[in-house]
C-alpha cells in the first residue's frame, strides 16, 4: 500500500470514527488495554531482547501502558475535555440579538506518530502519543523505531485486534517501517494533520522545520530532550549531604541514564562541593555499567563524553570506562560557573549517565546561570524552606525555564495522571503549551470549532441541549452539570 492508500483510508476513517459515540470511544481503548495485558508474556519476552532493558522495567513499562490507555478511556468517557462552552440565543437582547453560539475541540484528522528508542511501550507503539490522538478521535500513522521493530509490530497487532473487536476501521492504525525518507514522506503527505516525536533534538528539529516547509503547515508536538538541572542550596546539601547524593545518582543511573527526565546537570555551591562531590563519586563507584538500548546509543554516548573530554574548562571527577562499547558507563565532571556561562555547549545533553557539576559561588552567580538556562522539561530546587523565602525572583525565572518545577525529590518519576505537564520550553519540545504525558495530551490533537444556529439534531453530543454525556459545560460564563 503506497503512501496515498494509507492517508486516504485514514481521512476515511476519521470520518467514521468522529462520529462514533463518546462511549464507544472508550470501550474501544478499554478493549485494547485489556488485549495488551492478554497478550504481556509475548511482548515483554520481545521488548526485553530487543531493548536490552530487564524484565522488570518491561513489565513495569506494559503496565504504566495500559495504565494510561485507560486514563484516556475515562476522560473519553466523562467527556469534560472538549471543553463544551455555549451562549444561548437571545433574540430579545438590544440594540442587537445573539444567535446561538457553541464551541467545543473537534480532532483534527490522520496523525503521524514516530516511536521512541528508550521506550519501547509507553512511548512507541500504543504509548501516549498514539492512546492520546485515537481518543480525541484522529486515526493514526505510526512510523516504528528500528530499535525494536519486533515489539512494535505485535504491539500493533494487538491494535488491529481491538480494532476488530469494536467493529472500527482498520485504518484507524497503520503501521509502517523505514528510515528517514520514509519518515520525511510522511510529514510532507498533505492528510498528515500534526505530527508527534520523541528522540533527539536534531531528529525533532528536522521534523518541525519540514512540517513548516509544507504548503499547508501542521503542528510538530516534538519532545527532544533536556539536561533537567537540579538547583543546590547551601544548608540543605549541609543537612543532608549523602542522602541528596544518592538520589541524584539514583536518579542518573535509572535505566543507564536513558531517561528524558535524567539530572544530567547540578548546580551546588562551592562551599559544599567537596563533600557532596566525593559522596556523588563513592555512589557511582557501586553503579555498574549496563548495556545501553542499542549501540548506536552506546556509540553516541561516548562520542559525546570524548568531545568534552578535550575541554580544558571540566575536571573529571570520574571518567566513563569504554571498554565494552555497549556498556554505559558513569562519568562525572565538574566546571566553575563563570565557565560554563561563557559557552552554550556545557548546555547540550549527554544522552547516559553523565552528569556536569556547575558550582557557583554567589546566588546573583545562580540567577544569572537561570537567565542563561535553556528551556527544560524539568527543574529541581534542593532548599531548606528558609532558603526559598528570599528567592521569588529565582523561582519566576525557572518558572520560565521548564515545564515542571520540583521542590522535592528527583526529576526522574513521571506520573500518568491529570495533572502532569512533560513538556517544556524549546529546545526541550518544539511546543511549551502541550505535554506528551497525562490527561492533557490529548488537547494536542483538537482544534476549536463554533456551531452558530445550528440544528439540535445535528449537533454533536456535548453540545445539544440536556447534556446526554452527563458532562460540565459552561453555559453563558456558568458551569452546569
Known amino acids: 500500500m503506497n503512501l496515498d492508500q494509507i492517508f486516504n483510508a ?27 495485558e492478554a497478550n504481556r508474556a509475548e511482548i515483554v519476552s520481545l521488548a526485553v531482547v530487543e531493548s536490552n532493558l530487564p524484565d522488570g522495567r518491561i513489565n513495569g513499562e506494559l503496565g504504566r501502558t495500559v ?26 437582547r438590544t440594540p442587537l440579538p445573539r444567535a446561538d453560539i457553541r464551541r467545543m475541540l473537534t480532532p483534527l484528522g490522520p496523525v503521524v506518530v514516530f516511536g521512541a528508542s528508550n521506550f519501547p511501550l509507553a512511548f512507541s507503539t500504543a504509548g ?25 509490530k505485535k504491539v500493533a497487532d494487538c491494535i488491529h485486534q481491538a480494532i476488530s473487536k469494536s467493529n472500527l476501521p482498520q485504518a484507524l492504525f497503520t503501521h509502517v517501517e523505514g528510515g528517514i525518507a520514509e519518515g520525511q514522506a510522511l510529514v510532507k503527505h498533505p492528510l498528515a494533520k500534526a505530527v508527534a516525536f520523541t528522540g533527539s533534538h536534531t531528529g525533532g528539529k528536522a521534523l518541525f522545520d519540514l512540517a513548516n516547509q509544507r504548503e499547508e ?45 535524567n539530572p544530567g546537570l547540578i548546580f551546588v555551591p562551592k562551599e559544599q562541593t567537596t563533600a557532596f562531590e ?24 561516548y562520542n559525546s563524553l570524548q568531545f568534552l573530554q578535550s575541554r580544558e574548562e571540566l575536571r573529571w571527577v570520574k571518567v566513563a570506562d569504554a571498554q565494552h562499547l555497549i556498556n554505559g558507563s558513569t562519568a562525572l565532571a565538574e566546571i566553575k560557573a563563570s565557565d560554563w556561562l561563557k559557552d552554550s555547549v556545557f548546555q547540550q545533553e549527554v544522552f547516559g549517565a553523565f552528569a556536569m557539576m556547575v558550582v557557583y559561588e554567589t546566588e546573583a552567580e545562580l540567577q544569572e546561570i537561570a537567565k542563561h538556562l535553556h528551556g527544560q522539561l524539568t527543574i529541581t530546587l534542593w532548599a531548606e524552606s528558609a532558603e526559598l523565602q528570599n528567592q521569588l525572583f529565582l523561582i519566576n525565572l525557572l518558572e520560565e525555564k521548564c515545564g515542571r518545577l520540583l521542590f522535592k525529590g528527583v526529576p526522574t518519576g513521571v506520573e500518568v495522571g491529570h495533572a502532569m505537564q512533560h513538556g517544556g520550553p524549546y529546545p526541550s519540545t518544539t511546543d511549551a503549551r502541550s505535554t506528551s504525558v497525562g490527561a492533557y495530551a490529548i488537547k494536542r490533537f483538537a482544534r476549536p470549532i463554533a456551531f452558530q ?29
Not at 485514514?10 to 495488551?36: D, G, M, P, R, W
Open 128 to 152: 501516549g502519543d498514539t492512546i492520546s490522538a485515537l481518543a480525541a478521535g484522529c486515526p493514526v500513522i505510526y512510523k516504528a523505531h528500528p530499535a525494536h521493530p519486533e515489539t512494535s
Open 10 to 36: 485514514a481521512q476515511e476513517a476519521f470520518l467514521f470514527y468522529k462520529n462514533i459515540s463518546s462511549k464507544e470511544k472508550s470501550e474501544f481503548l478499554n478493549t485494547l488495554a485489556e488485549t495488551l
Open 67 to 92: 495504565g494510561q490507555i485507560r486514563l484516556f478511556a475515562n476522560l473519553v468517557k466523562e467527556g469534560s475535555w472538549v471543553e463544551a462552552t455555549i451562549d444561548p440565543a437571545m433574540p430579545d
Open 453 to 481: 444556529d445550528m440544528p439540535q439534531d445535528l449537533l454533536p453530543e456535548a453540545l445539544k441541549d440536556g447534556n446526554p454525556l452527563g458532562i460540565w459545560r459552561m453555559v453563558d460564563g456558568e458551569f452546569e452539570k
Open 217 to 261: 503547515p501542521i503542528p510538530v508536538f516534538a519532545e527532544m530532550g533536556s539536561v533537567n538541572p537540579i538547583f543546590c542550596f547551601p544548608q540543605k546539601l549541609k543537612n543532608e549531604n549523602d542522602s541528596l547524593a544518592k538520589a541524584f545518582v539514583g536518579s542518573l543511573t535509572l535505566g543507564v541514564g536513558q531517561f528524558c527526565t
Open 278 to 301: 566525593k559522596a556523588i563519586a563513592e555512589e557511582m563507584n557501586d553503579i555498574a555499567s549496563a548495556p545501553m538500548l542499542h549501540p548506536g546509543i552506546a556509540e553516541a554516548y
